[in-house]
């Protein structure tokens, strides 16, 4: 290989190790820096021949870990915070990780890895049902017994079988269709595929419509579901999928899905205020934004300022103040009838009670 392709494959492993949520192994990540972003089709022919020299590439600041199945790691926690917050020098600057787009890069890799027309061929294949009489599940159930029961015999008619027999190849047909088998057969014969299923949720919190490239991929995977795409939330029984998406992703920070729910979902206003208050109260201003482009209302905006004046969070204070919020609305009972200015100055937060004031805040006795 030339030093110019171990350079440029370096740099991708550096990625991959510095944002992976797990140690990837050596089979996994081999996988992972072959794909590029929205390609139809595994290219096996980009494939790295051998992974093992890669510790020497590195010049040992990556390490395999002794663990079977062997994993790559930096070989110390300080490289890669010296490569991802560190000034490198300028021969070195190509190797400058920045984490939130390599995040968004590797969720981006995930989609493309989960959509790619191999495996949508391969799971219509595996996890085709089989057609099965469903009267022959009844006889090779009863086939044990006496004699066919008479509701058997009714079930027989509606179904127009008249004398179902046991099918001897029964119990072999309904156990060749489990899926659990087939995604696992796959995963052994596509390392990254397990890792892509897991963790592709996680990587694209900041994914944005005008940014990212698998935005319409991503869209479908959360609206319709996916084959092999794990979700970290419960789907629920008796509500809304967005609900359920909505309330993980805004405990999660997760920005894109909160985007997503917050768009679809019609949230009361009593329920909206207490997520805005949440979020007010952490200081995430990039929640607060995904609230007000849903229309809050005046109640919403200045209550949530109240919060955001308590905590101190300046970046929070500017958007609502952006949005309308009333610096002297009137306190509510909750905040012990303090006004945002009060709530920040008993907080000791001087700059939020310096653009209070520039802002009109009233002193008040």
Not at 84 to 95: A, V
Not at 236 to 253: D, G, M, N, T, V
Not at 264 to 287: C, F, Q, V, Y
Not at 290 to 317: M, N, P, Y
Request: with cysteine.
């Amino acid at each position: 290989m030339s030093r110019q392709k171990k350079t440029g494959l370096v740099q991708k492993v550096f990625r991959w190790v510095a944002v992976a949520k797990r140690p990837l192994t050596l089979d996994e990540i081999r996988e992972a820096v072959s794909i590029d972003i929205g390609q139809p089709y595994l290219q096996t022919e980009r494939l790295v021949r051998e992974m093992t020299p890669i510790v020497l590439w590195c010049e040992n600041l990556l390490q395999v870990t002794e663990d079977q199945p062997q994993s790559l790691q930096f070989a110390h926690s300080t490289i890669r915070e010296f490569i991802t917050k560190g000034d490198l020098l300028i021969q070195l600057s190509e190797f400058h990780i920045d984490v939130d787009e390599a995040d968004h890069f590797t969720g981006e890799i995930c989609i493309t890895y989960l959509h790619l027309n191999d495996f949508k061929t391969a799971v219509a294949r595996r996890l085709q049902p089989r057609r099965v009489n469903p009267m022959a599940i009844a006889g090779s159930v009863l086939s044990g017994g006496p004699k066919i029961t008479e509701l058997t015999l009714r079930f027989a008619d509606v179904f127009g079988h008249r004398r179902a027999k046991a099918d001897p190849d029964l119990v072999g047909a309904l156990a060749s269709y489990d899926r659990a088998n087939g995604i696992d057969r796959l995963q052994q014969s596509h390392p990254f595929l397990r890792y892509a299923a897991k963790h592709w949720v996680s990587h694209t919190a900041n994914f944005q419509e005008e940014r990212s490239s698998t935005w319409n991929l991503w869209y479908q995977t959360i609206t319709n579901g996916h084959a092999l795409a794990h979700v970290p939330w419960q789907e629920p029984l008796f509500y809304r999928k967005e609900e359920a998406i909505l309330f993980w992703s805004h405990q999660a920070h997760h920005h894109a899905l909160l985007r997503y729910a917050n768009s679809i979902l019609g949230l009361p206003e009593l329920k909206r205020l207490e997520l805005m208050r949440t979020s007010a109260s952490e200081g995430d201003d990039e929640a607060i934004a995904i609230f007000l482009d849903a229309r809050c209302s005046v109640f919403c905006i200045d209550r949530t300022f109240q919060v955001a004046s308590e905590g101190g969070h300046i970046q929070v204070i500017e958007r609502l103040l952006e949005a309308g919020a009333k610096v002297n609305a009137a306190a509510a009972a909750k905040s012990g009838g303090r006004t945002a200015l009060q709530a920040a100055s008993a907080g000791g937060h001087i700059q939020v009670v310096e653009r209070l004031l520039e802002a009109g805040a009233r002193k008040r006795n």
